[in-house]
């Protein structure tokens, strides 16, 4: 068991020891932008997706197992083959093409990775594939209108100057949805801590802080 995941019935058993026994608490946080929806790759609305990685020798092969697995990935159907291996964040980003997760550090430092599972944010990096059996993940692409406008938290963002580059941008969103999901009328302080698994080497954070606190009034209403 993962700090806040859960591993799925039949997935875990399936993985290597190494793997299984290497698992970390994910550190709390959950995190601009997206890119372009267009960047969606899904196939008719259900994304069957395929093992795309290169050269695999057979030692690898034996020693990584695939498994298939099924989800929902920013409300839509999702079966796909995974290496027992692979990343959360590998996953969205290289079989499903969903390329506003950024990843920055891969090792849950930086919270550039910062997806919803389950509704609560989790570093994508620190999160095998496989456990996200059965369970339901939400990307930057995801928390976008229907209509194209953006989510109170990006346009808060946007108003208040809470990004440069925006290389952090989409895992801070996320990260401050949750923080004003479950703490609505959060002070400064708490969108700090809230926050503080959330790396931004441009902003100095204050514009950061403005934005979530306004976006935590427009969400409230
Ligand atoms: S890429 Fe996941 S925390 Fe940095
Ligand atoms: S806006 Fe550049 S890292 Fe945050």
Not at 51 to 59: A, I, K, S
Not at 90 to 116: I, K, M, N, Y
Request: aromatic share 2%; hydrophobic share 40%; glycine share 10%.
């Amino acid at each position: 068991m993962i700090d806040g995941v859960s591993e799925p019935d039949g997935v875990v058993a399936a993985l290597p020891a190494g793997v299984a026994a290497g698992l970390t608490a994910v550190p709390r946080c959950a995190s601009l932008l997206a890119e372009p929806n267009s960047s969606l790759d899904y196939h008719a609305g259900l994304a069957t997706t395929k093992h795309v990685q290169g050269p695999v020798t057979r030692n690898a092969r034996e020693k990584h197992m695939s498994v298939t697995i099924q989800l929902k990935v920013n409300g839509r159907p999702v079966t796909a083959e995974v290496r027992t291996d692979t990343l959360l964040s590998a996953f969205l980003r290289e079989q499903l093409r969903l390329t506003g997760t950024h990843v920055g550090c891969d090792t849950a430092s930086c919270g550039a990775c910062t997806v919803h599972l389950d509704g609560r944010a989790v570093k994508s990096c620190n999160v095998l594939a496989a456990q996200a059996q059965g369970r339901e993940v939400t990307t930057i692409e995801g928390i976008t209108p229907a209509d194209g406008s953006l989510h109170p938290m990006q346009a808060a963002f946007k108003a208040c100057h809470g990004l440069q580059c925006g290389f952090c941008t989409a895992g801070m969103v996320m990260s401050a949805i949750d923080v004003v999901t479950h703490q609505p009328h959060a002070t400064d302080e708490q969108i700090r801590s809230g926050l503080e698994g959330n790396l931004c080497r441009c902003t100095g954070y204050h514009n950061i802080v403005r934005a979530v606190a306004q976006a935590a009034k427009a969400m409230g209403r």
